[in-house]
């Protein structure tokens, strides 16, 4: 029955509740004739009655039961969207899709997980990448937002700061520079260093700290565009590293790893939500936005254990760089 309308269905709910064509056609706003049209079109579509006739008045067949059971599932389907909608208006459900930059991975379900807490209806899908292909999946509509550290300059985007993401240089316990204080760019000339790949924001970063200072390179033949990767390297004695303080807090603290005091260090930097320019945020979308400006801050990985206080402005060179 291709040409089923609900019309079709709420008339026969009509004629079965109130059982004459009379009735049921006064409360539909329609003639009888065009409401015995519309019954018997459903007939000779069905190919059975849909009533019989009785001292009491029509009663639904069990071809008439079936419509009834149809327009009773319709109804509730219409009922559940309603209630989905209105729960979507005050933005306790619907879905959230997020992407962020691998560094930010480090405190992305913390943050996920107070959202959840507050707004339990929500759903999250979240993408994790490098700067690369998460500012494409902007750039497609992919996601709603990002966080990252540098938000992307050739297409309209609206970014906001949530919160601090500084740069530290770390090593392993038993690096000849552990302990010393106020080292110099030019105390590390001979040390071997463990870089991210091209493009990174954190390789931009390093680039610029130690421009003019003639580094080595780590003899490491392998692909150290990993944050782990490099960390894993830094704990074996391979090299030192600059990398993002929330990427290593948890290490630093168990004692694996330590930052080395170096004037200049630790860099600031800023995380960021960003999202394109004409994005319209669902209300759902929104109030994940609000809770990062609100209380993103607070799910960052402490900086105590890295020997540092939260970096302000005037604790280094200011990098708007990603990870």
């Known amino acids: 029955m291709r040409n089923l309308s609900l ?93 962020v930059v691998s560094t930010a991975k480090y405190f992305a379900p913390q943050v996920i997980a107070g959202f959840v807490g507050r707004y339990p209806g929500v759903e999250i899908n979240l993408s994790v990448g490098n700067r690369g292909s998460t500012v494409e999946a902007l750039r497609n509509y992919e996601i709603d937002f990002a966080i990252m550290g540098r938000p992307p300059r050739d297409f309209a985007i609206e970014a906001e700061i949530f919160g ?14 552990a302990g010393r204080k106020g080292l110099t760019r030019a105390d590390l000339s001979e040390e071997s260093f463990l870089v991210r790949e091209e493009g990174s924001g ?32 830094v ?21 694996r790893l330590i930052t080395l005091d170096v004037q200049g260090l630790p860099i600031r930097r800023d995380w960021y939500a960003v999202r394109r320019a004409d994005k319209v945020l669902s209300p759902a979308a929104r109030a994940f936005w609000e809770y990062l400006m609100q209380d993103g801050a607070r799910w960052l990985p402490g900086l105590d254990a890295l020997g540092t206080a939260d970096p302000s402005p005037a604790a280094g060179p200011r990098a708007e760089a990603s990870a």
């Open 7 to 99: 019309k079709q269905l709420q008339a026969v709910a009509a004629v079965a509740r109130l059982g004459t064509m009379t009735r049921a056609a006064q409360e539909l706003n329609v003639t009888s004739a065009a409401l015995y049209a519309r019954i018997r079109q459903l007939e000779e579509e069905a190919g059975l009655l849909l009533f019989d006739r009785t001292p009491t008045g029509l009663k639904p067949t069990d071809a008439g039961r079936e419509m009834l059971w149809a327009i009773d599932s319709i109804n509730t389907v219409l009922e559940t969207c309603t209630d989905r909608l209105r729960t979507l208006k005050g933005g306790g459900g619907g879905r959230v899709t997020m992407g």
């Open 164 to 177: 601090p993401h500084p740069i530290v240089l770390i090593a392993a316990p038993s690096n000849p520079l």
């Open 202 to 233: 954190t390789r931009t970063v390093f680039e610029e700290f130690m421009s003019g200072v003639i580094i080595k390179r780590a003899k490491l033949g392998i692909d150290s565009g990993s944050n782990e990767t490099i960390k894993q390297a």
């Open 235 to 255: 704990m074996a004695g391979l090299g030192i590293a600059l990398l993002s303080a929330h990427t290593v807090a948890a290490e630093v603290e168990s004692g």
